[in-house]
């Protein structure tokens, strides 16, 4: 019996400075051949490292309401300010290639992906105290008292729909954030529900033998 290949799509969202970045960059270096993470359009400015292409594809306003016209995004959303994204066809390629497909992404883009594919599995990440969240917001040293501002009172709303999610991982020690994040998804590939056609075909192939006494007899 051999599971499908079709890799398992999980949104990651959780609150600005949970540490979910940290935590898509160790699984990815830890198990390449695994998983893809999805690269985002944003309408946001980059900050100081961030290539285009590689966080995300970084786009004029333009830009990205073209893509919207073309049908081009999976899903998308205004996040304090500016748009944000998901190019369909990497998706859609990488799963079709057995790969698990990370999106980290916020809770808005995240319910409209469960709502298109049911089989999603919903990540939330936070950080273990409210406090150590703010804490991690002005460490980064890379956003204004404004933005800091409006991201935590977007994480106020952000923590109302949490409910929605199946799993929580609170990020305290990094390591241990990646093997759980690791184990919840690997997992997935166990489900019942994720295996339909291999059981199908064995369920087949078993009915098969069925009424074939003589033929049993030959092979004992
Ligand atoms: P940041 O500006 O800190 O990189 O991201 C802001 C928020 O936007 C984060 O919660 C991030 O997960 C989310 N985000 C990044 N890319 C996407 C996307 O493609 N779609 C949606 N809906 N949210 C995104």
């Known amino acids: 019996m051999t599971r499908k290949s079709r890799g398992i799509l999980t949104v990651v969202s959780g609150f600005s400075g949970a540490g979910k970045g940290s935590i898509m ?3 990815l270096s830890s198990y390449a051949e695994r998983y893809a993470l999805s690269v985002s359009a944003t309408t946001r400015k980059p900050r100081p490292g961030e290539t285009d292409g590689v966080e995300y594809f970084f786009k004029t306003r333009e830009e990205f309401e073209q893509m ?18 998901t190019p369909k066809s990497y998706v859609e390629k990488q799963l079709n290639d057995g790969k698990d497909v990370i999106l980290e992404i916020e809770i808005h ?20 105290t409210a406090e150590e969240l703010k804490h991690r917001l002005i460490g980064r040293g890379t956003e204004s008292v404004e933005v800091i501002e ?39 590939h166990y489900k019942v529900s994720r295996n339909l056609e291999a059981i199908y075909e064995m369920r087949s192939q078993l009915k098969g033998f069925a009424h074939q006494t003589d033929v049993l007899k030959g092979e004992l």
């Open 150 to 188: 409006s991201r935590l009172e977007r994480a106020v709303e952000e923590s109302e729909g949490i409910e929605a999610y199946d799993y929580l991982v609170i990020n305290d020690v990094l390591c241990e954030s990646v093997d759980e994040v690791h184990h919840i998804i690997q997992n997935e």
């Open 109 to 128: 883009g995240a319910l409209q992906i469960k709502e298109k594919f049911s089989d999603t599995l919903l990540l939330f990440v936070t950080a273990p």
């Open 68 to 85: 919207i016209a073309e049908d081009e995004l999976i899903e998308y959303t205004e996040y304090v300010g500016n748009y944000y994204g």
């Open 25 to 27: 960059k160790e699984l």
